[in-house]
């Protein structure tokens, strides 16, 4: 991989995917308000400050829209209002900061949209205020130090699951208020230090499982209130 002393930053482009694996980037990468027709890599990659690609298009023809696995960041992610068509994957990722994809729309056909199974995440998670996946979302064995919020966002899955996190752990509140999913929620063996409040969801589960909460442990408190509705089993 490539080594820069400084920022890289490349916005309102485009460009045909772009690979930079192995980089080791001293200062901050922002790809903003860009359109990328091909997958943006950055597997194994250090990064010393935040990642940005608010407002851009990537278009990863319903395979990898963008690859981070294993990659470091000691700032914050910032996907706001991305859309994205293909894969969004995080998978072993050490983010030293907030992962937020508010007003995201994110779209995948053969698999789950988004994936940050095993990702380390020290500080919150923002998947609402408009936010979709279209294939549903990963978190399995997921670390999220603060909050995790899906506050109006929209779950849906390709299979069964809307969301998988399994083995989860989450040090604040898990925030599903006025959530919208198609398939199953699953927090098997999942932690949370704080609440888990699901005011005014719309789960959807087609009949089958809508809610799988076995083996985990809520330290707060379990909210179904506001209009909570369940098709399907808790």
Known sequence: GCFLNGNLSMCDCLVP??????????????????????????????????????????????????????????????????????????????????????????????????DFDRAEIIGDVFLDRGFVAEGGARFHSAQVSGNF????????????EAIFADNSFVGGNFFFREIHTFGVIRLLGAKINGDADFGGA???GGGGEAL??????????????????AYGSL
């Open 149 to 160: 919020s899906c506050v109006g966002g929209e779950f849906r899955g390709r299979g069964n």
């Open 202 to 204: 719309n789960l959807n």
């Open 17 to 114: 995917g772009i690979s930079l694996d192995g980089a080791k980037i001293k200062g901050f990468v922002r790809f903003d308000d860009s359109k990328f027709i091909g997958s943006v890599r950055l597997v194994n990659a250090e990064i010393f400050g935040m990642l940005s690609l608010r407002g851009s298009e990537l278009d990863g023809e319903d395979d990898f829209a963008l690859t981070f696995d294993r990659a470091a960041i000691d700032g914050s992610v910032f996907l706001d209002e991305v859309s994205a068509k293909g894969l969004m994957k995080f998978s072993g990722a050490r983010i030293q900061g907030n992962v937020s994809l508010r007003n995201a729309k994110l779209i995948c056909k053969n698999r789950f949209a988004l």
């Open 212 to 229: 799988f909460l076995d083996g985990s442990k809520v330290d707060g408190s379990l909210i179904l209130v506001g209009g909570f509705f």
